[in-house]
């Protein structure tokens, strides 16, 4: 570990990882004097991040780091974590912290690839991504093995929807009104599973027709956001209805109990297969989709559906752009001009 002065005149801190690779970090100063002092607090950190991380364990810090996933995150997002992290242990081993490089990632990669698709294998690399940064923060590794990587090329795939005929033949097979309730409002609304199983008349603002999807303290929303939803006629009858009648907390029970998410998602698909559907890919978020494509079909904006849906950016969004292909005629049909 070493200074040396740039032809700029400022000082730089050179020093060699454990892999004996060398970097170099700008102390930001011109002078010797102050430059020392970084290089002192430097090695001083160094050594701090070298004695929390020698004896740190993988399976160490995912003891460590499990509860605290569990207080921050969604109960799925923690099973994500929790599998991810115990399935990167079995391939990579119990080894030190320190010492995992992006050498691991890639076999890990690779080894997971040939069971799953890269879709999965992406959520799970950014998920130990997150979880890595927060070692790094803990100041149990100096960096992040995933720096660098990139995710997985996937090709591009359309999301699956109902066509109007398939979703009315899978509705005429269902015997359960829960069931059948559920599915008409997850269509009209393009809420996701857990909002719909979680979702509390107290979130419900029928006057005003509007939904609050908010996290509770037994249910996180996607990334934590809070969103606002309208409600369009068909789901306020729906509401309506149920309200005027109903003595549960939750909008939507089986027997005042509340609906367990992989119970809605089992009895959905064993009607998708009832239905004998055009396509037995079909799953729940599928209405999510559904929702969003019926809109862009009929001519709603992807802005306004990306608001809908709640997307943080419009480059999620923009998966249903393929639904507007007379629409962008007429966009570039607006330029013209005159051919002699």
Not at 289 to 318: P, R
Request: include cysteine; proline fraction near 2%.
């Amino acid at each position: 570990m070493y200074l040396s002065k740039r032809s700029n005149g400022v000082y730089y801190l050179w020093y060699t990882d454990d892999l004996s690779k060398k970097h170099k970090v700008s102390t930001g100063s011109r002078l010797k004097s102050e430059a020392l002092k970084f290089l002192q607090r430097f090695r001083l950190a160094e050594n701090d991040v070298a004695r929390r991380s020698r004896k740190k364990l993988l399976s160490e810090f995912i003891k460590e780091f499990l509860p605290y996933a569990e207080a921050n995150y969604s109960r799925g997002t923690v099973g994500i974590y929790k599998s991810t992290l115990t399935r990167f242990q079995v391939i990579a081993g119990d080894c030190h912290l320190i010492s995992l490089t992006a050498q691991d990632i890639d076999r890990y990669r690779t080894k997971r690839l040939e069971t799953i698709s890269a879709v999965t294998v992406n959520i799970e690399l950014r998920t130990l991504r997150a979880a890595f940064n927060v070692a790094r923060r803990w100041k149990l590794v100096e960096g992040n093995p995933l720096e660098g990587i990139k995710l997985t090329l996937v090709p591009e795939r359309m999301p699956i929807f109902f066509t109007k005929g398939d979703f009315q033949k899978l509705i005429s097979v269902i015997a359960e009104t829960w069931l059948r309730e559920i599915i008409v409002f997850a269509v009209l609304t393009g809420m996701r599973r857990g909002e719909i199983t979680n979702l509390k008349w107290n979130e419900v603002d029928l006057p005003r027709k509007l939904i609050h999807i908010q996290s509770t303290p037994t249910f996180r929303t996607k990334q934590g956001k809070r969103r606002t939803i309208p409600i369009n006629d068909v789901a306020f009858h729906l509401l309506d209805g149920k309200h005027a009648k109903s003595v549960d907390e939750h909008v939507f029970t089986i027997s005042g109990n509340k609906i367990s998410d992989s119970w809605l998602s089992h009895k959905f698909k064993y009607y998708i297969h009832r239905a004998k559907l055009s396509n037995d890919r079909l799953h729940f978020h599928s209405l999510r989709h559904t929702f969003a494509s019926w809109l862009v079909q009929d001519g709603v904006s992807l802005y306004e559906v990306q608001k809908l849906l709640g997307h943080s950016n419009i480059g999620v969004t923009q998966v249903y752009s393929h639904l507007l292909p007379e629409r962008l005629h007429s966009a570039v049909n607006r330029i013209s001009i005159q051919l002699k």
